[in-house]
């Protein structure tokens, strides 16, 4: 373990031995970290926070912190990051509240870029981009692959689906399909994200059954109710390789608690 000596670290936290904390960081009682993990310069880690391998955070982010929320009155909330990700200087991840699953929830392979804010309860998936000072209130849920742009923000409790795109001085007060590119404020669909797909080996195939899904519920003219069964329609007629991606655009209007951007 390479600690630098003016780091405080409370000899209850639990560190892999090949953890690296690096100048004046502090880490509390109930954090564990896990293997190949850095630490760098200034960088508090409190509350009852898990870390996961390989993860790299740097100088003055601040981890694992109490919910910046009113209703919060001590209890024991919880924070848990996942492996691979990047957080860049300034970063604030907060612990859940009770008053929701008591967890924010972080995944795999994420790039948090500088300022970014990820408030209580918020879940994070895998393979994400939060470019500098993209900021989620509390509760939000955030599928795999989603870019958020610089200075982008979330109001609490909207989810963006897996593969969207949000452009740069966003404000968003809905929901987001997968897939959906966006920006503005309000903040207003453009299409699919179809240069993010194709880099992630979506095929021609694909990428038409996803075209033709955003048509239907955001140029036909149909209510949402109707929109939905066209998608139904669509579905039945597609590959099972085809059909699960806008299954999964499909599914998501169900779970919509906001609405989404329309």
């Known amino acids: 373990m390479l600690i630098h000596p003016s780091a405080l670290i409370d000899s209850k936290a639990n560190l892999d031995s090949t953890v690296e904390v690096g100048p004046y960081s502090i880490i509390g009682p109930h ?5 190949g993990t850095k630490i760098g310069p200034h960088v508090v880690i409190s509350g009852h926070t898990t870390i996961g391998k390989d993860n790299d955070f740097h100088a003055f982010s ?11 009155g001590g209890e024991v909330t919880y924070l848990e990051i996942g492996d691979r990700n990047l957080v860049r200087e300034f970063c604030t ?17 994420n790039w948090f870029l500088a300022y970014v804010h990820v408030a209580h309860d918020c879940t994070v ?3 994400t981009i939060f470019s500098n000072n993209a900021a989620l209130a509390g509760h939000v849920e955030i599928g795999d692959w989603v870019i958020m742009s ?3 923000a979330v109001h609490q409790f909207c989810k963006i689906g897996a593969h969207a795109f949000v452009g740069m001085n966003t404000s968003l007060t809905q929901d987001v399909p997968p897939f959906v590119l966006l920006s503005g404020n309000p903040a207003v669909a453009h299409g699919v994200n179809l240069e993010g ?16 899904a955003y048509k239907v519920i955001y140029k036909s ?11 139904d329609q669509q579905i039945a ?17 169900d779970t919509s608690t906001r609405g989404i951007v329309r």
Do not use: M, W
């Open 31 to 35: 954090v564990n970290i896990g293997a």
């Open 62 to 72: 601040s981890i694992g912190g109490p919910p910046q929320d009113k209703k919060y």
């Open 93 to 109: 991840f907060n612990c859940g509240t009770v008053q929701d699953r008591g967890i924010t929830r972080i995944g795999s392979d």
């Open 125 to 127: 998936g895998n393979n």
């Open 150 to 152: 610089g200075f982008s």
């Open 197 to 212: 797909l194709k880099r992630r080996g979506f095929d021609r195939e694909q990428l038409n059954a996803i075209r033709q």
């Open 221 to 231: 003219g149909l209510t949402l109710d109707e929109a939905k069964l066209a998608l």
């Open 237 to 253: 007629g597609l590959s099972q390789e085809v059909a699960v991606h806008v299954k999964s655009l499909r599914d998501f209007l």
